[in-house]
């Protein structure tokens, strides 16, 4: 049920476009339906607010040693792969994913993705996230969940069929697809092209699939040089890397998102950069799965649009923003033996704003005036926390998902005082176990 | 108040000294007075032994969808610095320290210590620590704190004076120290003796600080190539890296903790195995300050035992061994391209059977019948570690402070139920706030 409610004296956190992150103090906050109508520190003009916005009938949330931030935007994620979390560590990659994963996804079924994704969204909520873009199958279910839980979504649409051994462009999964989300995804769900890689399908498909993101005028979502071998493979098969690839092929534009990006050649950075292509940083993936460490700074400095994802729960063993931000920052740190780059406030603008334009909600990852209201509290008054010092810095290097009490995604409280609820855990418990020992 | 526990139907995650981490499901674990008296499958066999400890009069502790693992010894802290979180983070090494840290360390009063002290033993607790190396001055307000608090400490003592320029050794103050240790400690806290590392003192007075450690029979504490520029200017004074001379003075045995060793050379390693001494790994301080990725898979090969230390509050910002296990596996996987090696039961037994003979409590860190009982109780119900997989994985990669129900140390529950049950903090809160604003 969305309402009213007055966040007060509070301290605000948040990232703008224009400036990096600030800081107010003794603040309040003001939510009438999906919104922020008010961000200031008089109390008389907050009062005011709330009370003609619901003719008196609001919730006063008490904000002494909290924080109100924007929630997180996870830009690279596979939810349902949380049922295979913890099954199969520390194997090799092929290993890992031909001999565990793989033959477990090709016996799942439909109840399988709602609830694997279910059960991420619980986690991903605790931690103080309110979207993601995720890159998976069983995209009617996975919406259709997402939509009832009140969680932001950017969803990959198939758009392709394989049969006989051939690949094909299928625009009717796609235009079923973006029907689904007009009608059913309550303006949190949005459609997007999976275009796996550049090492997944022959290389005459890729510029159908550029048609199709074209023709339906959806983003791209796609992995890019995660590996070593991936760009050795495709400069044997194209001559080309896979940014170049892929560029060719017109699949980069200012709408794709662009998944790891751990191995680039300056000629890469410069054409990510021209096409404000989206990269999305998955710092504990890539050191989990010995990927590697990916450039942050050179992306930074070569003016790339970054943001960060988890991957999926099964290579981080998380979906917890906190973690992603505060390695980012510290793997840029130690690759470059510098202290001083990807400071606090670039990594949370990364985490808050950019993954929330990146997933397409241009209105939302700021605590401004006008904008959505997905938004976290976060209470400082623990241990891992005290005393605040810097509040952003607090909020990237000390925060964890035991410090989010509540989050508000559309104004719609689905954690609240560290209750979910709109999602019934137990039942996501229930089913996911199941689901695990089924697919053993 | 110690007392007899039952933990009934329980999953026991345990390193052991002969081989890596076992899982037994459906457990039981009886605990009297300080130790560990039952460890089995057997309902009938635990109870028999908690009925015949206790007369009858035991608590029954609910272990269902919980793991009681052994808490974790963190190897290298300096404790009171938990009060200069999040005051100066993205600052250059230089500034950070001698403009940010020394001004305030240098006007720090006695209750500082003590607040500070406890300020990081409640996040160390809450995060399922029960035992620490700690580096740092005011020693006996730390070690009247630690047993108050019932935390477990390797704590150094000073034994040095600086006066008139000049460093000489304190016997005196090395004695009174020991002499401290052993009237209020409570069998809690252990002495070692402060040798910062080889570019504090003049290079004729590491001699004495070796006769001090031998004549008294303690362990040393030293930070040994955290940089580069440290090794530089060891080399450029001595002619040798900073293990060989510390090796030459004598003061590497196998109690020494050498901190850091993020620069060694292949020599230093064959040294550090030899005289098996204990490297405590910092991978997130040693990334947020750009020191960078030490060669831990190295380390391992030539033999070197590992534990793990988070250093101190200001330069990490957390003290969270579930951070620290699983970015020394990230780390040391991103470090060499090979996602198999530094596995979640290496990282695992250094977090907890090696911290625990690091900082010299050799019947501590397993659960095994006999060993004292310092013990962790994990509520993997929550969507972070559900469904649970292979439990090491899951504590290593999923596992946090938020999963942590209740700390047992030495028989006494120092966490119960997510409530701490020594530590007053909201006066500690109270009283570092202060400090914090002094110090400004």
Same mark, same amino acid.
């Given at each position: ?100 994963? &793989? ?89 997007? *092209? ?109 003016? &790339? ?51 929330? *334009? ?83």
């Amino acid at each position: 049920m969305k309402k009213t409610v007055l966040f007060s004296d509070i301290t605000i956190v948040s990232s703008h476009d224009d400036v990096k992150a600030t800081v107010m103090e003794n603040a309040f906050c003001v939510v009438s339906d999906d919104r922020i109508c008010y961000v200031g520190q008089s109390k008389e003009a907050a009062l005011e607010k709330a009370e003609s916005l619901s003719s008196g009938d609001f919730e006063t949330y008490d904000g002494r040693n909290k924080i109100l931030a924007p929630t997180f935007a996870n830009a690279h994620a596979h939810t349902p792969m949380s049922i295979f979390r913890n099954i199969a560590d520390d194997f090799a990659l092929q290993d890992w994913l031909f001999n565990e994963i &793989i033959p477990r996804e090709d016996r799942m079924i439909a109840d399988d993705f709602t609830y694997g994704h279910l059960l991420t969204l619980a986690e991903m909520i605790e931690g103080g996230t309110a979207c993601a873009a995720n890159m998976y199958d069983g995209a009617d279910q996975i919406t259709l969940a997402s939509a009832e839980a009140g969680f932001r979504l950017q969803q990959t649409a198939m758009g392709k069929t394989f049969k006989d051994g051939v690949w094909s462009a299928d625009s009717k999964n796609v235009e079923d697809f973006i029907a689904l989300c007009n009608e059913k995804g309550k303006g949190l769900i949005k459609p997007s *092209l999976l275009v796996h890689s550049v090492y997944l399908y022959p290389g005459s498909f890729y510029a159908d699939l550029s048609e199709l993101a074209k023709k339906y005028e959806i983003p791209v979502s796609v992995h890019i040089s995660e590996t070593i071998k991936e760009n050795e493979d495709c400069l044997s098969s194209y001559g080309c890397t896979p940014v170049e690839y892929l560029d060719q092929t017109g699949l980069l534009s200012d709408t794709t998102v662009a998944a790891h990006c751990v191995h680039l050649t300056e000629n890469d950075m410069r054409i990510l950069s021209e096409r404000k292509t989206w990269v999305a940083h998955n710092a504990s993936s890539n050191m989990k799965l010995a990927s590697g460490f990916a450039d942050m700074v050179g992306m930074q400095k070569a003016g &790339i649009r970054l943001c960060l994802g988890t991957d999926g729960a099964s290579s981080n063993n998380n979906q917890d923003m906190f973690i992603e931000m505060r390695l980012a920052s510290f793997m840029a740190k130690g690759k470059t033996y510098d202290p001083t780059v990807m400071c606090a406030s670039d990594v949370f603008h990364m985490a808050t704003r950019n993954g929330y *334009l990146a997933c397409g909600f241009e209105d939302c990852g700021i605590i401004e005036e006008g904008m959505k209201a997905d938004i976290q509290i976060i209470d400082y008054d623990c241990p891992q926390m005290w005393p605040l010092g810097n509040p952003v810095s607090s909020l990237v290097y000390s925060c964890g998902p035991k410090c989010v009490e509540s989050v508000m995604i559309d104004g719609r409280f689905v954690l609240y005082k560290h209750d979910l609820t709109t999602i019934d855990f137990e039942k996501v418990k229930f089913e996911t176990k199941k689901t695990m020992e089924r697919l053993k």
